[in-house]
């Protein structure tokens, strides 16, 4: 994996954790945010990693 794809991917990664923070901090501790977005990334990870 690249510098820069790493990078991003960790970028993407602390956004989506600021997002969930922001919205537990206005919505309450037990406010589940759904998966969908971070399953995405987490997939875009496991794709860059396994290609050549």
Known sequence: MSDSTAADLEC???MLAYVR????????????????SVDEVLDALNSIERSP
């Not at 919205?23 to 759904?34: C, I, N, Q, Y």
Request: hydrophobic fraction near 30%.
């Open 21 to 36: 923070d922001r919205l537990r901090a206005s919505k309450g501790e037990d406010f589940r945010v759904p998966t969908t």
């Open 12 to 14: 993407e990664l602390a």
